[in-house]
């Protein structure tokens, strides 16, 4: 019985649940479920007593009861999840139709807007309230074609539907948007079906097409333009020849009006030769496009000649509706054409002169590819010139004799040469196969032989021309320097005569103040002893007593090296005369050397270093022209010092290997790369043009120490420094100089 109770009441429970569902079956269930609860709790208290039976039909009564309505509640379940289903697909289809770019519009059996999406309202600018309710052929809508003409009832694509029951698609007319403004639209409408296949309705979807048309119009415009001022004689025909477009170049190309050929037949029988006719007309008569170039004549008789190309038009279905005809006027390219094989003709007779010329000639020559350096041919004059046949320089190219410092210099240059741009190289300084230096000059053009742009250039051997040129330089820089040295000689006397003047005075006058300074001793001491020190010129008489015969002594040391510096000055500036050579000792022309240079040593660096060997020999030759070389030296290493911290030192010794004195110059200056130190004494070679330098120090320097005999040599490192040094012969070594001195006395 307790069990019973308690399902009891939980069928009480669910059954008043149920009795609250919206649904009618639920509450006839709920309450056919709560009526036998009754029954089975009256039964229980009243009749169960007396007949015990009767319960049990209660309980099943109940039992039938929930198993009842279980029934009827997954029933009801499925049937609310379908609507649920329903109502989702509803709403998505309704979010669909509003968020789509066309407009759509529903219309009734009658041809009245049931419904419109926000595009519609947009599109036709009317608002979907108003839009409800009117039928698709409403006058408001004032409804025209794409040219502007009403269009009628029958045309429009809801009646069409109506009419025949099939979709339409793309229909375009035009409708008045609520701005006054014209709107074409594109239409596509289908019919709406109810189950049983009967037309309850129209579906409409449409776009706004004014944009793309008008520019498709003005995309035919000016496709138009372009026909009728295309330089090419353009017809319409249809496919029996018929004209029905000319634009004005056909006209004027075949002496017609344009009048006068529309209408009529194409070809016009004067045109295009009979024999070409049948050709023509069987290719178009098939469908294919056919070109063709023959000579015609027009309407007055002149000839010309006439390119033609037809092609078919084809419809959307690809039937051949018409013809375009594109003719162009080709007597000018039939005229050049023919110049032109003439022109040929004499171009293969200059292709071979100028090949017997480049062979023959005593010039080097080469061909270069336009653009690079590769070398397509060398004449016999350009083999010999550097040695190599012509197989190799072919391969091997313009390495084979250019220096690798100048090689892409001169690549770029020559990879630069254009028609109307060439090369022009005044000296440039090659090598032969066997090693030996050449100077040539080389002028290159664009010209064009076999066809293509090639680089036509002659290098010219000029090496015998620059060494005579620089010889002779050198020798015009040496009478120039000779004859500069001769002034200044007389200029550097007469200075000399004049400091001599003065100087003499001070030499004579400083002893004889030294003398009455030590005459008046006595005096000034007794004066001191009695009164004590004192002052003369600013200082006491106790410190003066002994600064005065410094000061004396000083005056007349200064003195005698103004004397011995005029003196050497004087013999420097001495004009020599030719071949006067005499023993020679090197120390004694170094300390000239560096006593003239002894203010700009002072200057340059603070550490100067001088060391004169022992028992040194003597050279013979001329220690004016040694003086020269040592003061060129040593002014080169005074300008190669990048501050005075760096220093110069200079050195004399025997060498008794060679039997020979060696000078030395040693700087601690900036030094020189190995492709300056190679050119070192060339002459006009400078590193120092901006500061006027001619270039011919060190060649005069070379030339006037090999012509004592001797050797000039350079050793130099970046950043560390460069040393200078001349050696030579000394006396009684069998030199050349002694057989010169021996001459000359």
Known sequence: MAREGRWRNLLLERGSGWLGESRFPEKVAAAYVLCGIFILALTERYVHPYFPGYVDDAVYIVCTAGILFLIVRRGVNALRAKESALRESEDRLARILETNAGGIVVFDAKGDITFANHAAEEILGVDRSRLIGLRHDDPAWEMTDTDGAPIGHEKLPIARVRESGMPVYDVRFGVRHRDGTKVLLSVNAAPLLDSSGKMVGTVASFTDITARTRAEDMKVRKLLLAVEQSPSAIVITDFEGNVEYSNLRNAVMTGCTVKELLGGRMPHPCMIPAARLSEMRAAVGSGREWRGEFECCRRNGELYWESTTITPIRSEEGAVTNLLWVREDITA????????????????????????????????????????????????????????????????????????????????????????????????????????????????????????????????????????????????????????????????????????????????????????????????????????????????????????????????????????????????????????????????????????????????????????????????????????????????????????????????????????????????GTGMPPEVLARLAEPFFTTRTSSGGLGLGLSICRSIVSEHGGSLSFESEVGKGTRACFRLPAAGAGSKRDAMASGGR
Not at 592 to 600: D, F, M, Q, R
Request: glycine share 6%; hydrophobic share 40%.
């Open 333 to 668: 390219r039939k005229q050049a054409e023919e110049e032109l094989r003439r022109s040929e003709a004499n171009y293969k007779a200059a292709q071979e002169k100028f090949r017997q010329l480049f062979e023959q000639n005593e010039e080097p020559l080469f061909l270069f590819r336009q653009g690079t350096c590769d070398i397509l041919d060398a004449n016999p004059a350009a083999s010999h010139l550097y040695g190599h046949d012509r197989e190799k320089l072919r391969r091997y190219g313009i390495s084979l004799f250019v220096h690798p410092p100048e090689l892409y210099e001169f690549q770029t240059a020559l990879a630069a040469v254009r028609p109307g741009a060439g090369l022009s190289v005044d000296c440039a300084r090659h090598r032969r196969k066997d090693g030996a230096r050449i100077v040539v000059s080389i002028r290159a053009n664009s010209v064009r032989t076999g066809g293509e742009e090639v680089v036509y250039g002659s290098f010219r051997d000029i090496t015998a021309r620059i060494r005579m040129e620089e010889e002779a330089k050198l020798h015009q820089a040496q009478l120039i320097h000779a004859n500069r040295m001769t002034s200044l000689g007389t200029i550097v006397s007469g200075v000399a005569h004049e400091v001599n003047n003065p100087n003499n005075l001070i030499m004579f006058n400083a002893p004889m103040i030294l003398s009455a300074w030590e005459d008046a001793l006595p005096v000034l001491d007794a004066y001191l002893r009695e009164n004590g020190d004192f002052h003369l010129g600013g200082l006491p008489y106790s410190e003066m007593r002994t600064v005065v015969p410094r000061l004396a002594a000083g005056i007349s040391d200064a003195s005698a090296r103004i004397k011995t510096i005029v003196a050497n000055l004087k013999d420097y500036a001495r004009h020599e005369e030719p071949r006067k050579v005499a023993p020679v000792d090197l120390n004694a022309v170094v300390r000239t050397a560096v006593s003239i240079l002894n203010h700009e040593l002072l200057k340059a660096t603070h550490r100067f270093e001088l060391v004169c060997g022992e028992e040194l020999s003597p050279v013979i030759g001329s220690a004016q022209q040694l003086e020269q070389v040592v003061i060129n030296l040593v002014n080169n290493a005074l300008q190669a010092l990048p501050s005075n911290r760096q220093g110069i030192k200079v050195s004399t010794k025997n060498v008794p290997a060679t039997g020979e004195i060696e000078v030395a110059i040693a700087d601690e």
